[in-house]
């Protein structure tokens, strides 16, 4: 029987990789896993433990003694990331997680750890996923790769329309010096950077829809 593909969908934030992502997974009733939620997750559990940021072996061992767990609702389609029996995922969106998830997201055994994780996720395929390494060191045998990229103005908007959406207030200055430290620690960090596999189909949404966006991902899948 042909193996199920597992799909690779990179890109900064901001771009629309969640929502495309997400899209993508329903239409090919593939399991959708977002990693930049696991990181998230990690960097939760840490402020809820108050352990000290700084210090990378305790943030390696959360990530080591954390059990990592995807519960998918078939019918609504929402899928809930569990650790050690909690779910965690009304608690990764705060500001205080988005603030510190850069500097967990660099400590290269947390990402070793995680990698681990999602392999196992996608091990025998019909799996869509999300992030910023994944066609280039978690799945760089994934049957699919892309990158998704847009002007930082437009990831921006995007980015203040969901917090607005989830009635978060923030001051617009904050979030884009945030954002743009965000990216320049995705880009330079040394475990795992952000950056698009010599094999993935690149894809520039600035000027795109989500649903467009998913028709090209689809057509290429060979699931339109
Ligand atoms: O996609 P997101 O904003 O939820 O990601 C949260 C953080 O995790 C962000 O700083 C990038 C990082 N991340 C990562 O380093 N590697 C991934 N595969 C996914 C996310």
Redesign the pocket.
């Known amino acids: 029987m042909p193996r199920i593909p597992n799909i690779a969908i990179d890109g900064p ?1 901001g771009s629309g990789k ?1 929502t495309v992502a997400r899209a993508v997974a329903a239409k090919l009733n593939f399991l959708y896993v ?4 696991m ?2 997750a990690v960097t939760y559990l840490a402020l809820k433990a108050a352990l000290d940021f700084r210090k990378e072996t305790s943030l390696a061992a959360l990530t080591r003694d954390t059990n990592f767990s995807l519960v998918q609702h078939l019918r609504s389609g929402v899928i809930e990331l569990w650790c050690n029996g909690e779910d965690v995922s009304p608690f990764l969106r705060t500001r205080e997680v988005s603030q510190m ?2 500097w967990v ?1 660099a400590v290269p055994h947390v990402r070793s750890h995680l990698v681990r994780c999602q392999r196992r996720f996608a091990k025998n395929g019909g799996v869509v996923m999300e ?4 066609g280039t060191v ?1 799945l760089p045998d994934a049957d699919y790769k892309f990158f998704l990229t847009a002007a930082l103005d437009v990831r921006l908007a995007r980015r203040e329309q969901e917090l607005n959406s989830q009635v978060q207030s923030f001051d617009k200055e904050e979030l884009h010096r945030e954002f743009i430290f ?1 990216d320049e ?2 880009l330079k960090r040394e475990a ?1 950077p952000l950056k698009a596999a010599p094999d993935a189909i690149v894809i520039d949404c600035t000027e795109l829809s989500v649903e467009e966006v998913v028709v090209k991902i689809l057509d290429v899948c060979g699931g339109g």
């Open positions: 934030a969640s977002d990693t930049g939620a990181y998230r998830v850069a997201a992030g910023r390494d994944i978690v965000r620690m995705d795992g």
